[in-house]
């Protein structure tokens, strides 16, 4: 049976005693036998949140990071200051970040960076729009977004790489992509990924998970777990999740 990745994107939905309240609750859930849980909670509710996380043993990260270790940057928060509260993981490249915030793939070639140098695993999110999808451009989209952000990079000893498939047009729509689909490009993104970097990556499906669906991409065989968002901020959308998986 391969090992499960659930990680939990809680964005901006939930303030700072919301998120504690939530993360005491994650700790209640019975989770499936060898998986590996990894939230992430907004930057301001992260200290309240952390020691919580550490006492359940879950593994948490940082939904956004400047590439900077410390300086000049108003409202920024870097990778170190992350990692001194205990964060093992941090996302980059997340859909919402290139659409809403206009993140290059420079930047998130920068950030990426950041995050090894500090020896915090990353997880690389990409995806197309829907005209790219019906432009027929899905793989041209993933092979520059995916050279760009690993070409030449140099991998720290004992850092496993992930990459979350995230179509854009399934992210809070409530579209998801078929799971045949999604299997397919995860496929292509891994043969990909290990082509560029010599590393065979994690990959994960995000975008409008659901307890109707989230088995229906576990069960693929280059799917390896889940990038939740909305469904993971609220214990009763989470805990029907998890009740699929156990």
């Given amino acids: 049976m391969k090992k499960l990745y659930l990680f939990a994107n809680w964005k901006m939905y939930l303030g ?26 907004s930057a301001l509710a992260m200290s309240t949140a952390a020691p919580i996380f550490k006492k359940n043993k879950f593994l948490f990260g940082a939904q956004n990071i400047h590439w900077s270790d410390h300086g ?21 490249g997340h859909s919402e970040r290139r659409r809403l915030f206009h993140e ?6 920068l950030k990426l960076e950041a995050i090894l140098d500090e020896k915090i695993i990353p997880v690389l999110c ?3 729009t829907l005209e790219e999808r019906k432009a027929g451009k899905v793989e041209e989209v993933l092979e520059k ?12 000893k004992g850092i496993g790489l992930i990459v979350a498939y995230e179509p854009v047009w399934a992210i809070g729509t409530g579209e998801s992509c078929d799971s045949e689909e999604a299997e397919r490009i995860a496929g292509f993104i891994s043969e990909l990924v290990k082509k ?7 990959v994960l499906y995000g ?12 069960n693929q065989p ?25």
């Fill in 16 to 41: 700072v005693a919301e998120s504690e309240k939530l993360a005491r609750a994650f700790g209640k859930i019975s989770n499936p036998k060898g998986s590996e849980i990894v939230i992430f909670p």
């Fill in 72 to 92: 000049g940057f108003t409202g920024e928060v870097s990778v170190a200051m992350y990692k001194e509260l205990g964060c093992t993981h941090a996302l980059v």
């Fill in 104 to 109: 290059s793939d420079q930047d998130v070639r």
């Fill in 126 to 128: 990409v995806g197309e």
């Fill in 145 to 156: 977004q995916l050279q760009s952000a690993y070409a030449n990079l140099l991998l720290p």
């Fill in 196 to 202: 560029i970097t010599g590393q065979t990556p994690v």
């Fill in 207 to 218: 975008g409008s998970v659901s307890a109707e669906n989230i088995r229906n991409y576990i």
């Fill in 222 to 246: 280059n799917i390896q777990g889940v990038l939740v968002g909305g469904a993971s901020a609220a214990k009763e959308s989470w805990s029907e999740l998890i009740e699929k998986l156990t």
